[in-house]
């Protein structure tokens, strides 16, 4: 064996023990007590095994499957700027939270076919993502010639697409597009993701302030209020259970969104969610912030009012939810948010915050009570592994699986700010916050890309991941669990 992780408590999605985890090439080949005092009797026979072989102490500590950031976008453009994070600086300090794999979003440009737009996005990571990395293909431009090369994409190891239905006459598809994305998606095996807000409404409402003068920070979330979100959640649910899709809502932040899709899941339909973790501890309160600084917490969907909050948990506790993801889209302050200050409409939106995602889940959520240290887990890793076509090499810890592990230590303390994070942006939206319960090393592979608080893997030891069909197909119709 190449690494032994001795004397750690596992935890899986279903289960916590005390193991020691054997690793080789890569790959968990053992798991089982007393493995490491096995190993090095073993060794004593075989000096050079020995010599090879590292043992990782992680007594008092949490063994856990690495977590899957099913959300990020790193080295996105925008019309008037680009995110902050490209994929070596943004999967470095993903790596740093835990997280051992990545789903990006590859943004198609109207026009450009789809095979042209992963062209660019794997070049874009190629070299440089130190985790695992793969796509979502987003579509902007339904036209025929666009959706006869799902089935080549599909090929490629691309088996999900995303639609928005906000951001009317750039990204925004009509509910026609909607519907044909979903019928050709379902016949060739592909899981559709959606970005629910009516948009054209929206826009109206954007317009109106604009004319009356309302266009500091506080009215970015007054131009996008929760029952919009409700209402465009529903009708994406609606036409799926018209043509017998599945679907994966995106970032889903309030009470009228997760009533739709409690309903659907309840009703057997296979619709599933995410929320991230702003939306679990951050409100709309903070773009009161003095000044210009609301704009710091400027995304979309917006911040909520606190309300919203213990519904969300409560959607994660009892399996409404099934994934937690960042939406990690970061943006300096300086230079980037400020391009806004004259017009909300013109500030970038999206905030920092896949280093951060399991340490606020585990702190927020598993030491407050409003999870279990499985239900993180699952939430994190097994659930988009399955979800997404990873499962078993990725999301599980079992004998076969990829050794992609975060060793969390449950009473490390840590204040979050620029001094403690790793992502490449001028402040952070949990500036101050303390928590409890952290990742103290990171193993990709077998490697360690994070070790005590520093990103230890060579740049581009990421792989992309060519993934397989969703598990939202299993018994499509017949039941919404995983």
Known sequence: MDLIIRNGNVA?????????IGITGGKIVRIERGLAGAAASEAGM??????????????????????????????????????????RTGTLAAACGGITSIIDFA???????????????????????????GF??????????????????????????????????TLMQDDAAIYRILERAVKEGLLVLVHCENGGVIDARQKQFAAEGKRSPVW???????????????????????????????HLTCRQALERVQAARAGGLPVFAETCPQYL???????????????????????????????????????????????????????????????????PNGLPGSETLVPILYSEGVRKGRISLNEMVALTSTNPAKLFGLFPEKGTLSVGSDADLMILDPEKRVVLGLDTLHH???????????????????????????????????VGHGRFLARGKSAAF?????????
């Not at 089935?151 to 697409?161: E, K, M």
């Not at 959640?233 to 017998?244: F, H, K, P, S």
């Open 107 to 133: 943004n198609q440009v109207k026009g450009e076919s789809l095979s042209k737009t992963l062209d660019d996005w794997r070049e874009r990571a190629h070299g440089k993502a130190v985790v695992d990395y």
């Open 220 to 250: 970015h979330p007054r131009s996008r209020p929760p029952i919009l979100e409700g209402e465009a959640t529903g009708r994406v649910i609606d036409i799926a259970e018209m043509v017998g899709a599945p679907v994966y809502v995106v």
């Open 474 to 482: 299993d018994g499509l119709i017949e039941r919404a669990g995983l």
């Open 281 to 347: 501890v951050l409100d709309e309160s903070m773009i009161d912030a003095p000044g210009f600084e609301g704009a710091k917490f400027v995304c979309s969907p917006p911040l909520r009012e606190k309300s919203h909050q213990a519904v969300l948990w409560a959607g994660l506790r009892n399996g409404f939810l099934s994934v937690v993801g960042s939406d990690h889209a970061p943006f300096n302050f300086k230079g980037q948010k400020e391009l806004g200050r004259e017009n909300f409409l013109l500030i």
């Open 12 to 20: 899986t999605a279903s289960a916590v023990y005390r193991a020691d």
């Open 46 to 87: 075989a000096p050079n095994a020995a010599a090879r072989m590292e043992v990782y102490d992680a007594t008092g500590k949490y063994v856990l499957p690495g977590a899957i950031d099913v959300h990020t976008h790193f080295d996105m453009p925008l019309p008037t700027t680009r995110v902050s994070d490209d994929f």
């Open 136 to 169: 979502h293909m987003t579509i902007t431009d339904a036209r025929d010639e666009v959706l006869d090369e799902i089935p080549r994409i599909r090929d490629q190891g691309i088996t999900t697409l995303k639609i928005l239905m906000a951001y009317k006459g």
């Open 424 to 458: 490449r942006v001028d402040y952070s939206p949990y500036e101050g916050m303390e928590v409890r319960g952290v990742p103290v090393a990171t193993l990709s592979r077998g490697v360690f890309v994070h070790r005590d608080g520093e990103g230890t893997a060579p």
